[in-house]
């Protein structure tokens, strides 16, 4: 933890996330908190004994905070006793990227990059569609994840991992010139953009977990949804929104996956495969960066159970390169 000395005697004070926190009760009886704090150096537990929330304010994971304690040692562990805490303001002019997992990319970056490219679109009636909806939702696409623990549930996972699949769509249509290339780029900048509705997020850019529309409908459905009220409010050509209403509802490929149809036609097939692709992508580097060289990773649930090895010819901590 990069903690900042005050005395002599092990206070210290800095900006820090809550991993977690439970109210605990003492054996005295009185209420505490047990915390786990983190930034971009690691993590350390945290106890602020005879907690009042009228005193000290009420606090929730992933909310960053300043804090100032005291570390000592508990069972071989640092540990560090709250003296003070407090919510952090925006006169203190802290990042959450600076404490959260994010994306390699900036959100800004990221939204310019696509909202041009869908600004450069021949075809009217995707330019105005796709154009549209993303300046809708600028403010949650800058910072809003992915997924809520599986591939990029991280600070811009969704821009990432929509970049991403833009990137590899524009490779494809060089190999086969008669894919529509402005279809299937609109498809992937919009196959996951009900993800803005499916996960509650905390202004970190971490999902908290499920909406109510999230678990009831899921991205998929509430996608189609989004892309049949903007056409119709914008008069998009109905057979150019029926086929982005499909590629959005088959784009995971099986119903056993989650997709309410299967792929139709090559676009479809093409968002569903490199959808699959980048995902598995992403899970797979997560896994063997964090394995020992010529060893293997624990079961992934994500990749059928598999164990991953790491062969270790290659660095794996370069980023993705997108620009």
Known sequence: MNFT??????????????????????SKGDTYLDMTLGDSDGEINAKLWRYSADIHGEYDANQIVKVRGTISQYNGTDQLRVERIRPTTPE??????????????????MYDELLNISL????????????EILKDNRLKLLYW????????ALRGGLLFHTLSI????QSVCEIYPFVDRELLISGAILHDIAKLSEFEV??????????????????????????NKYAEKL???KKTATLLEHMVLSHHGEPEFGAAVRPSFIEAELLSELDLMDSRVFEMREAVAN?????????????????????????????????
């Open 5 to 26: 000395p005050i005395d002599n005697n092990s206070l210290v004070e800095g900006f820090c996330i809550i991993k977690s926190v439970d109210k605990k009760t003492s």
């Open 92 to 109: 203190d002019n802290i990042k959450a990227e600076d404490f959260v997992k994010s994306a390699d990319y900036s959100g800004e970056e």
């Open 120 to 131: 450069s679109f021949s075809d009217e009636n995707l330019k105005m569609l796709v154009s």
């Open 145 to 152: 994840p992915a997924a809520f623990k599986l591939h990029h």
């Open 166 to 169: 833009v990137r590899l769509a």
């Open 202 to 227: 905390a202004d970190t850019g971490i999902a908290t977990g499920y909406s109510v529309q999230g678990n009831l409908l899921g991205h998929l459905a509430m996608g189609a949804m989004v892309i």
């Open 235 to 237: 008069g998009t050509e």
């Open 291 to 323: 394995t020992q060289a010529d060893d293997f990773s624990g079961k992934l649930w994500a990749m059928d159970n598999r164990k991953l090895f790491n062969h270790n010819r290659v660095e794996l901590d370069k980023p993705t390169k997108l620009f």
